[in-house]
DNA sequence: CATGAATGAGTTTTCATTCAT
DNA sequence: GATGAATGAAAACTCATTCAT
């Protein structure tokens, strides 16, 4: 009995070899023939799950997105059920921040590449958008619940996103001997604890 | 029926017309015609000047990285004359940072392509590492000038530059009403000199 | 609109395509889309069944040289077929290369822009050899079944056929007024019968 | 005083400039500019010394034939002052082609050349042609001296002059331990002289 | 005569996309 | 759903040629 793959599995298949392939090209000198033999499937097949070659950006862009998402939600039910002060709970967040996100060279080398499409495609810079908002609201939230300036929480938030922002593109484009990324990380984001 | 202009001029010009490109597309998408087109010239002309098309890359990423190191130069200069105090040189270097690099739009959409190509390239990496090792160490000189932990003074540093560089980021990639770019770089940096 | 048609053909169709090309122009002045043209095909095909253009060159040369090695192959079993005595033979096998090679002008034409590509391409060239040596060895043993000099039939050989393949090259270079290239040939061969 | 070379020596510099390129490459893929370099000029001048890049490699066949004419005489005036029998002579002359011309390998290699050129180019060819009739004629007179046959003369030399083309391309295509290039030769040469 | 910037035609190659099978 | 042949647009690059200086 050959076992059909649902469809959403082989588009999701899909994704999966585009983000493999991002590690070794941009996007657009990617073709569909790269995409479909990193996915071992036909190429002819991509224009049957998607419209063209950009709805495969497109789609593979809130996918990303979607799963870190989601990653982020389950590690804070997890985090929900230890019973940890406010400020414990923010360090935490932090520390998860640094080891999954910032510091996972494959993602930020995958979030570079999002940058610089979502700089020149109105589109794509609005799924980023709304990423980015999600993002700086969620920590908003958190430090809202240990200083009455919301104001200041909000400001501090998105100050500490870009700064993890530019942390990501430097474990990219510097070498690990120009400074210590972790140090510079935990350094500044003990300060901000400090702060509150 | 050719007509014959000053000869270095010309490879600024192709140059300046590529920076005027990469407002609209990212390189990969500029072809050497769109380049030649809005450098008025003939797009055989640029095969003269540059050997390829990446050599033209390569030049422009020196050629923008060079152009800001002098802005920076003059600008040293003339601060240095009006005979501030550490505290306050900080200060300003802060407020030419924000608003001729950071907040400069036209730079952070070319820079976040750059971004994106170092991510990629290996030599043009380099490029871009060099820049920023210069960056990190001229502001870790002047924190060295008000205290006296240069450990700390280079952390902070590190994470100033890729704070600003967040920063860059979200003036392109966020709308205006996200939150105030302003505020957020002034509040982060006001927080900085009180640290020292 | 795309038509479907028999894969491996499509190859010999654009093989024959060249083979057609190179009577009116050298391989280095014929484009690949005057190949294409000639094939009926598309010119974006001939990428898709060969790498480059230097490939479709290294897969004709094989093909002719393939080709008139089977042309010779058949004509030697249907000739053996006819129980000739040894010299019959070599006079007969003269008489073959007489009408169907030496003086074919559309193959010495060819073979005449095959020795100029392997002049200079190492590669060509090692595939020219090894036909020239095969030719040569063929030759060296039919004499060698009238003569007991073996070193010598191996040396008669040789200028054997370097004399055939400037006489392939008189009959493309030269006007038949100059002399007349059958009784040249067959002056020669029976020269060479003669002494055996 | 800087010495002004006569327009005649520039001319033949560019000529003997394209002589070497075709050492490295086919006409076809040497460029103005290979030539220019080679000569140590500007490549403009090469367009002001001749009309155009065909009308420089026309010039070279020439210039290449002519070259060896002379040669051929020269020798011939030196030959004839040392009183030797016809059949000498004759041998003499085989010794002179054999070293001079058929083994002369950068002689070969451009003759392979011009070949192919004159395969595409009547103007080309009628000027090769010419050289093979004058070849062949001389030849032919001297076998002329030592047999009454004149018809069989003629074959003979039109064979002969086959034969060392095909030599000469041996000596470029084939690698020398495919048989003794020298052996090959003097052994035809003794037949012949035999013969008559 | 000499230089080298400028032009533009032409070439190979890549690749997203389509579609018959 | 797959497959892979076929199409055609667009790209980088080369180069003979021209001509102002």
Redesign the interface.
Same mark, same amino acid.
């Given at each position: 009995m050959p076992i059909k793959k649902a469809p959403e599995d082989k588009k999701i298949q899909i994704l999966e070899a585009l983000n493999q392939c991002l590690q070794?090209?941009?996007f657009?000198?990617t073709s569909i023939k790269d995409i479909a033999r990193a996915a071992g499937v036909n190429h002819g097949l991509l224009h049957y799950y998607f419209k063209n070659k950009d709805d495969i950006l497109t789609r593979y862009i809130e996918y990303v997105i979607d799963h870190y998402k989601n990653l982020f939600n389950d590690w804070l039910i997890e985090i929900k059920t230890q019973n940890l002060s406010e400020k414990e709970l923010i360090a935490e967040f932090f520390g998860f921040m640094n080891s999954r996100i910032t510091l996972n060279k494959k993602l930020s080398?995958v979030f570079?590449?999002i940058?610089?499409?979502?700089?020149?495609n109105a589109n794509i810079?609005s799924i980023?958008?709304q990423a980015?908002?999600e993002w700086?609201d969620t920590l908003s939230e958190m430090l809202n619940t240990v200083t009455k300036d919301s104001a200041?929480a909000?400001?501090?938030s998105?100050?500490t996103?870009? *700064?993890?922002?530019?942390?990501a593109?430097?474990s990219?484009?510097?070498?690990p001997d120009? *400074?210590?990324f972790n140090?510079?990380l935990t350094? *500044?984001q003990k300060?901000i604890i400090e702060?509150l």
């Open positions: 070794e090209k941009p657009e000198k080398k570079i590449e940058w610089e499409i979502a700089a020149y810079r980023l958008q980015y908002r700086i200041a909000r400001r501090i998105a100050a996103v870009a *700064f993890l922002e530019g942390m593109l430097f990219i484009v510097l070498t120009t *400074f210590d140090e510079v350094g *500044f300060k702060t």
